[in-house]
């Protein structure tokens, strides 16, 4: 069967409203060690210039960051940079509250530089995308695959330096394409366990064929066999992969992102319920009325009113992707 194919990863960021904000820089030297409080949000930091040790919370064992290397925090965890081992660290807060010109500074000297800041999600990001990924993203900048990793870097660098004209946007928007490198490099380098769901998913050559199928076509009303048609494999084989991989069947998956989906057009206002209804596969009204309520605990009507949405009436939704 031939069908078009989506980008799930794309798609996910897209409904989570993922926005990028850089945060202000940090100089080290000599010896030094600086604690922070579980971040808000999911912190990055990358180191521009030197070395040092990283300790989270919950990982057994510092990790030594060189120059070009970068981590993902995906989950609120205190961690400390340190110059070495056996500092004892002060806090981050009183440091970066006597920041200059966008500069905080800790220690003797500029050993150590780095760039930092925070990724902010909406409400759904826990489930649809941090919960499938491990809380602690470790880049090593000097491998080829980093490549555009380390230009995004680069370019915020020039960015902060000479702030030009919309500046701000920009670093937020190269922040966004970081991001995205990260993500992939984690997923295609991801060993067993280390990602679960639907991201476990898109590493899997069986599954992820009928990833893209449902993402690109979720009005369809696909049925498993032609999802294992998809994948070129068996029905049973497509359903018992499926289940292991992503922890759930495909048409319960395609259910809850039908429901996904449903729930965004109704935050942006976008259209009847009928029309919704349509656009993300479900028959009639009152299909995607029983399945968003069981779902969510609230009906589409009521859902869309707790948030003080107003309905558009009528109109066009467009594509369901």
């Not at 409080?37 to 960051?65: M, S, W, Y």
């Not at 946007?169 to 990602?195: D, N």
């Amino acid at each position: 069967m031939n069908v078009q194919r989506a980008d799930p990863l794309e798609e996910v960021l897209t409904l989570v409203g993922a926005t990028g904000h850089l945060s202000v820089g940090l100089v080290a030297g000599g010896e030094w060690a600086v604690a922070f409080e579980p971040p808000q949000g999911v912190k990055f930091n990358a180191v521009r210039r030197g070395h040092c040790l990283l300790t989270v919370d919950g990982v057994p064992e510092p990790i030594r960051l060189d120059e070009g290397d970068c981590f993902l925090l995906t989950q609120p965890r205190s961690f400390i940079l340190a110059g070495g081992p056996g500092v004892e660290p002060v806090p981050a807060h009183p440091i970066f509250v006597a920041a200059t010109d966008g500069t905080a500074r800790v220690g003797t000297g500029d050993d150590v530089v780095f760039l930092g800041g925070r990724f902010d999600f909406g409400e759904r990001a826990q489930e649809l995308l941090l919960d499938g990924l491990p809380p602690l993203i470790h880049v090593p900048g000097r491998t080829p695959e980093a490549a555009t990793v380390r230009w995004a870097l680069d370019q915020i660098d020039a960015e902060l330096r000479a702030r030009p004209l919309a500046s701000t946007l920009v670093t937020e928007h190269l922040a966004l394409v970081m991001l995205i490198h990260v993500l992939r490099l984690h997923l295609a380098a991801a060993g067993p366990g280390e990602v679960s769901g639907w991201l476990a998913g898109l590493a899997d050559p069986v599954v992820a064929p009928a990833l893209r199928a449902m993402h690109a076509r979720p009005e369809h009303a696909w049925t498993v066999a032609q999802l294992a048609e998809v994948a070129a494999v068996s029905r049973s084989t497509l359903a018992a992969r499926f289940k292991q991989v992503v922890g759930q069947g495909p048409l319960n998956y395609l259910s809850g992102w039908r429901i996904e989906l449903a729930a965004e057009r109704l935050r942006r206002g976008d259209g009847t319920v009928a029309v919704i209804a349509r656009e993300v596969g479900y028959g009639s009204e009152s299909a995607l009325s029983n399945a968003f309520k069981r779902v969510t605990g609230a009906s589409p009507r009521d859902y869309r009113r707790r948030l003080g949405v107003p309905a558009r009436s009528g109109g066009d939704l467009g594509s369901a992707t």
